[in-house]
């Protein structure tokens, strides 16, 4: 297997506020992560993919000026979602791709985001 | 556009019993697949990969590959409470997709 992290687990601000979620590869390094939103009893539903040194691809309706994404290094990536909004509230997972012919996909924990 | 299919389920097994769960893609070019158990409030825990036809075994776990009919499917035999989650099925060709998930039930 492998490990990935992700800070907060939990966060709750007052809309308008910027929030920043980091997500690591803790034993290996990862050219491509992804990032993800969940909401309850729905499926998973990408909103990016974050390569290392580029700028990210965002997925179809995704405000790319609303989630900002930056992949600084081979272990992590950062999600930010500027002037937050109730309807932000959601599970955001990222996930990490480990392998070179056969990639296999780990997720983080998440991050459960509440916006009051 | 590329899809993966699933039952959503829920499937409810006796404790003890075989469950199998079941995908389908569309994407002739897929190599890679996986199942993916997610517990309710939880991300997903990668739990089984294959990449070539025929059955592949990890402890309770078997998963199956027919890459003729477009056809991956999970089993999971002596079903325990504690598997009670839901299954999702990746499939990578150019990229990775996910199925909507299978909700598994195993009543005591």
């Known amino acids: 297997g492998a490990v990935v992290s992700q800070h907060p687990s939990r966060v709750i601000c007052k809309s308008g506020t910027s929030v920043k979620i980091e997500c690591r590869s803790l034993?290996?390094?990862?050219?491509?992560m992804f990032w993800y939103r969940q909401f309850p009893k729905q499926s998973l539903m990408l909103m990016a993919t974050?390569?290392?040194?580029?700028?990210?691809?965002?997925e179809q309706g995704v405000e790319k000026d609303k989630f900002l994404i930056n992949h600084a290094s081979l272990t992590l990536s950062t999600l930010t979602v500027t002037s937050a909004h109730p309807e932000d509230s959601s599970f955001y997972i990222c996930?990490?791709?480990?392998?070179?012919?056969?990639?296999?996909?780990?997720f983080g924990p998440g991050t459960r985001l509440t916006v009051l | 556009q590329k899809e993966v299919e699933q039952n959503s389920g829920p499937l409810s097994v006796p404790e003890g019993a075989i469950a199998s769960l079941n995908c389908t893609y569309s994407?002739?070019?897929?190599?890679?697949f996986f199942w993916y158990r997610q517990y309710s409030g939880k991300s997903p825990e990668l739990i089984m990969s294959?990449?070539?036809?025929g059955d592949k075994e990890d402890g309770r776990f078997t998963a199956q590959l027919n890459k003729a009919s477009q056809y991956v499917s999970l089993l999971i035999r002596d079903s325990q409470p504690s598997d009670s989650a839901t299954y999702l099925c990746?499939?990578?060709?150019?990229?990775?997709?996910f199925g909507p998930g299978t909700r598994l039930s195993v009543l005591p």
């Open positions: 294959i990449y070539s036809n």
């Open positions: 996930s990490a791709l480990k392998g070179v012919f056969y990639n296999e996909q780990f």
């Open positions: 034993d290996f390094q990862a050219t491509t």
């Open positions: 994407d002739r070019g897929s190599q890679s």
């Open positions: 974050s390569n290392e040194g580029s700028k990210a691809t965002y």
């Open positions: 990746a499939v990578k060709g150019q990229n990775f997709v």
